[in-house]
């Protein structure tokens, strides 16, 4: 083959190329140390000396030639398959999504919730207090000095001699008081976790909850106690549910009542029973001196929910473990119940 057939042939030979392997075959066979511009590079010693350079210059051009068009199609090789695979790849955005995996509220928070609007839209703020609480807010502000009884009702958490986890959310009406100075009305519902030492089963946990109720002012009489409760048990119960009072006694207040609310079950044959889901009473004297507020001109009624309770009786919970475990399955089934009520 002479050059220029030996440029034809590469002409002819490079559209046929498909794929980057045989382009480098192809370069081999012209441009490689045994390829055809090698090979007929050799016939120039056979050439007159004076034609040699004129040859030498022709073959160079076109191996510079071939080289150029190998590199070409190279690029133009590697162009097509990235196209090739971003089609390949192209995301169809008309596809629906997947569903997203929503969670749901704990039917204990709702029951929280439901209670916090309740009382704000009746004029209650709503208070935080803390739940590493001092001996003297805990049980001493409350009426329960050093070595009371009642503090057996309530074994504690502690973590130093006066430090402790607070056994219950009324620390909160002191810390309240406090901070009115002496000025009333005050108004003011507390909802938090509180801590005893109780061993973990069905109806009892080391942690629970608790709502606070606190109402200071001028003339606030036991008859107001018992509308605010009625009014929050029919709330939360619709009007027909059956709730009755029975004299109890707190420390802090005087007098007390529990409550307890009606329920109904398959195995008591269509008889009442009846769950305590709330202690209350007027605020102790006592402790309303303690707290900077003239017990003369004021008097006050406080009130301390179980959420648990409430929750477990509406939905008809049974073992109170399970508010705590956050389970999906719980929870979620949960949460289209508490919206269908
Ligand atoms: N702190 C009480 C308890 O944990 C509940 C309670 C009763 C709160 C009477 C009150 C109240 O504010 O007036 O058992």
């Known amino acids: 083959m002479n050059l220029k057939e030996i440029k034809n042939e ?6 046929e190329i498909k794929d ?21 590079m050799k016939k120039a010693k056979t050439l007159e000396p004076t034609e040699r350079p004129a040859f030498g210059k022709n ?21 097509k398959s990235v196209e090739e695979k971003l089609k390949k790849e192209e995301i169809d955005i008309t596809l629906p999504s997947r ?40 049980f001493e502000m409350l009426n329960l000095p050093k070595n009371h009884p009642a503090r057996d009702m309530q074994d504690s958490f502690y973590i130093t001699k006066e430090l402790l986890m607070r056994t219950q959310t009324s620390p909160v009406q002191a810390r309240e008081m406090l901070k009115a100075e002496g000025k ?19 109806t009892h946990s080391h942690q629970f909850t608790q709502i606070e109720g606190l109402v200071v002012d001028e003339n606030i009489k036991f008859s107001d106690l018992k509308g605010t409760l009625e009014h929050l048990i029919k709330t939360l119960f619709g009007k027909d549910r059956k709730i009755r009072l029975r004299p109890s006694f707190f420390p802090f207040t005087e007098p007390s009542v ?15 029973k009846w769950l305590e889901v709330l202690g209350a009473g007027m605020v ?16 006050g009624f ?28 719980f929870i979620k089934q949960f949460s289209k119940e508490v919206e269908e009520k």
């Open 284 to 299: 102790h004297p006592n402790v309303l001196k303690m707290a900077g507020i003239d017990s003369e001109k004021y008097s």
């Open 20 to 40: 980057e392997k045989k382009l480098y075959e192809l370069k081999v066979k012209f441009l490689g140390k045994k390829g055809m511009l090698t090979e007929i």
């Open 258 to 272: 529990e409550v307890d609310i009606a329920w109904e079950t398959e195995d008591n044959n269509g008889e009442e």
């Open 99 to 138: 569903n997203i995996d929503f969670g749901g509220i704990n039917p204990l928070n709702k029951i929280i919730e439901d209670v916090e609007e309740l009382f704000v839209s009746m004029g209650y703020s709503v208070a935080e207090g803390p739940e590493v609480e001092t001996d003297k807010f805990n």
């Open 10 to 15: 590469f002409e002819k030979l490079i559209i």
């Open 184 to 202: 009333c009305p005050i108004k003011i519902i507390c909802p938090g976790k509180v801590y005893r030492r109780d061993n973990d089963d069905s």
């Open 302 to 329: 406080a009130f301390g929910i179980g959420p648990e309770r409430i929750a477990m009786l509406k939905y008809g919970i049974t073992d109170i473990r399970i508010f705590y475990e956050n389970d999906i399955r």
């Open 59 to 79: 073959v160079n051009e076109i191996k510079e030639y071939i080289n150029q068009k190998l590199e070409n199609k190279k690029e133009s090789l590697i162009k």
